[in-house]
C-alpha cells in the first residue's frame, strides 16, 4: 500500500504552520491536520499582557498555504498503527512517509486531594477561565515559567499570590537548568514586587502525591479552600495528555516528554516531535528550530543535529531571563581540561534605573560558551553574544560586534574584568606586557 503523502504535520501552532511551508519548499506533498482548531494560537500557555507570539491564522494564511500544495485539516486526527500506520481524519486514512507532531501539550493537574477542582487551574485552563470570576487569593505551584507569568499577572490584576517553587541547595531554585545567580535574582524581584516565595518539594508517596508539602493557602496543606476565597493554579511537571491522538499505540508516551535524538525522530522511526512535547520550556522559538531540522531529515536534506546551546532564547517574564550557551558548571563537564571563568556586568538601566545583570562563561583562552542575562533591553546583547558563540569569536573581539553603546559597554567591561584575573593568573604574562612597554619607552628590557 503506497503513500499519500511524505509528511503529515499535526498541531495547530506555529512551528506546526512553519513545518508545512517548508515541506512544501522542498516539493513534498504534505499535509496540516490541525487537530480541530482553526487558528494558530502560539501563546505557549503564558498570560496575554506578555509579550509573545499571539497572531492567529486567517483564511488568507490558509489559502497561501493551498496555494503552496498544502492540505489542510482543520479536523481532529488519531493514529492507528495496522495494518499500515496512518492519521484517521475522519472518514480518511492518511498514510505518509512520516509524521511531525508539534502539538500544543496539555497540562495535566497536580493530584492533591485537598484541592477543589472548581477553583484548581493549570496554564491552559486558566487562560479560557473568565477574569472577573477569579479568586482573590491564589496558592501557585511554580515548575515552569508559564506559572511564575501567571503569577505575575494575577499579582497585576490585585490577587494576593503565594508561589511555591522546587528547592535546590536549601534555597528557591525556580529554573532548575538556569545559573544560580539567575534564579536568585528572580526570587528577589519577585519577592520585591509581593509575591509570597517559599520553597518545597514534592515527593512520590502513597498517593500520586504526597500532600504534606503543598497547601491551598501556601502554609498548611490541610487548610480548606472555603467559599471559593483560594485558587490554585499548577501544573505536574513534565506531564501533558495528548487529547486522543493514540500516541500509546505507536508505543510513544501520551502523559510524558517524547525522548528524541538530535534531529526530533522518536523511537517510533516514522514519527517526528518538536516544542512541548520534547520537554523542556516549550518556547514558540525553540520549536521553530525543532521542527525546521525534523523537516529537513525527514526529507532526506541532511541538516546538522540541533544544537541547543547554540540556540538564544529569552523568557516573556518580568524581568525577562535571557540565555545562550552552557551554564558555568556545564562548561566544567564539557571543559574538563580548561578552566573556566565567569564575568559578571551590572549596569543601571538610564531610563528606568534598575540594574541589569549579564554574565559571560568563557574558557581561559577567551573562548565564549555562555551567556546569562536578567532585565529589561538585553536583546541585542543577546544577538551579539548567540553570533559570537555560533562563530567563534573570542572575548578579546567582541567589542567589534556590540551593535549598540550599552552592548558596548558591557563588552568592555567583560573585557576589563578577563584582563585583570589572566594578570592575577599568569604573572609569565603580566612580566611579558611589563617588558614590552619598558621597550616602548626606553627601547630596551
Given at each position: 500500500?503506497g503513500f ?14 512553519q513545518a ?23 501563546r ?8 509573545i ?10 489559502g ?10 482543520a ?6 498503527p ?23 501539550p496539555?497540562?495535566i ?17 486558566l ?8 479568586p ?6 511554580g515548575s ?21 517553587v ?5 534555597i528557591?531554585?525556580?529554573?532548575p ?17 509581593g509575591i ?5 518539594s514534592v ?10 508539602s ?7 496543606p ?6 471559593r476565597?483560594?485558587?490554585?493554579l499548577?501544573e505536574?511537571?513534565?506531564t501533558?495528555?495528548?487529547a ?13 516528554p517524547i ?23 516549550g ?8 521542527a ?11 541538516p ?12 516573556p517574564l ?20 580548561q ?8 549596569p ?8 541589569r ?6 574558557l ?23 553570533a ?5 569569536v ?5 567589542g567589534n ?6 552592548s ?11 584582563q ?6 599568569f ?11 619598558n ?7
Amino acid at each position: 500500500m503506497g503513500f499519500e503523502y511524505d509528511l503529515v504535520v499535526v498541531g495547530a501552532t506555529a512551528a506546526a504552520q512553519q513545518a508545512a511551508l517548508r515541506a512544501a519548499h522542498w516539493q513534498a506533498r504534505v499535509a496540516w491536520v490541525t487537530q480541530g482548531e482553526l487558528g494558530i494560537c502560539d501563546r505557549a500557555n503564558f498570560p496575554p499582557p506578555l509579550p509573545i507570539d499571539r497572531g492567529s491564522a486567517k483564511p488568507d494564511l490558509m489559502g497561501s498555504l493551498s496555494l503552496a500544495g498544502v492540505d489542510v485539516l482543520a479536523q481532529r486526527g488519531e493514529f492507528h498503527p495496522h495494518p499500515q500506520v496512518a492519521l484517521t481524519v475522519g472518514d480518511r486514512a492518511l498514510r505518509s512517509r512520516f509524521y511531525l507532531l508539534a502539538l500544543r501539550p496539555t497540562p495535566i493537574l497536580p493530584p492533591i486531594a485537598v484541592l477543589d477542582p472548581d477553583v484548581t487551574f493549570t496554564c491552559h485552563t486558566l487562560s479560557h477561565h473568565p477574569v472577573n470570576a477569579l479568586p482573590t487569593r491564589w496558592s501557585v505551584l511554580g515548575s515552569s515559567p508559564q506559572t511564575f507569568a501567571w503569577a505575575q499577572w494575577l499579582l497585576s490584576q490585585g490577587h494576593q499570590v503565594t508561589l511555591t517553587v522546587a528547592t535546590g541547595a536549601g534555597i528557591p531554585q525556580p529554573f532548575p537548568s538556569e545559573d544560580p545567580a539567575v534564579n536568585q535574582r528572580c526570587v528577589a524581584h519577585w519577592q520585591a514586587q509581593g509575591i509570597a516565595v517559599r520553597s518545597g518539594s514534592v515527593r512520590s508517596g502513597s498517593g500520586p502525591w504526597e500532600e504534606e508539602s503543598w497547601g491551598p493557602d501556601g502554609t498548611s496543606p490541610a487548610a480548606p479552600l472555603g467559599a471559593r476565597a483560594v485558587g490554585f493554579l499548577g501544573e505536574a511537571p513534565h506531564t501533558w495528555v495528548d487529547a486522543g491522538l493514540g500516541l500509546d499505540r505507536l508505543g510513544l508516551s501520551n502523559t510524558e516528554p517524547i525522548a528524541a535524538n538530535g534531529y526530533g525522530q522518536t523511537a517510533h522511526a516514522q514519527v517526528y516531535v518538536c516544542g512541548g512535547m520534547r520537554g523542556g520550556y516549550g518556547l514558540p522559538v525553540l520549536a521553530a528550530q525543532e521542527a525546521a531540522i525534523a523537516v529537513d531529515h525527514a526529507l532526506g536534506q541532511r541538516p546538522q543535529p540541533l544544537y541547543y546551546a547554540k540556540i538564544p532564547y529569552s523568557l516573556p517574564l518580568d524581568p525577562p531571563v535571557l540565555r545562550v550557551g552552557l551554564t558555568e558548571a556545564q562548561g566544567r563537564r564539557f571543559f574538563r581540561r580548561q578552566r573556566m571563568i565567569s564575568l559578571v556586568a551590572t549596569p543601571l538601566d538610564p531610563v528606568t534605573g534598575e540594574t541589569r545583570w549579564a554574565k559571560v562563561v568563557l574558557l581561559e583562552s577567551g573562548r565564549i560558551v555562555g551567556f546569562h542575562g536578567v532585565g529589561q533591553g538585553l536583546e541585542g546583547l543577546l544577538g551579539v553574544m548567540a553570533a559570537a558563540i555560533g562563530q567563534g569569536v573570542p572575548l578579546g573581539q567582541l567589542g567589534n560586534w556590540a551593535g549598540d553603546a550599552w552592548s558596548y559597554g558591557v563588552v568592555m567591561d567583560w573585557g576589563q574584568q578577563w584582563q585583570r584575573w589572566r594578570l592575577a593568573n599568569f604573572p609569565s604574562f603580566e612580566r611579558r606586557l611589563r617588558w614590552f612597554f619598558n621597550w616602548q619607552r626606553t627601547g630596551n628590557f
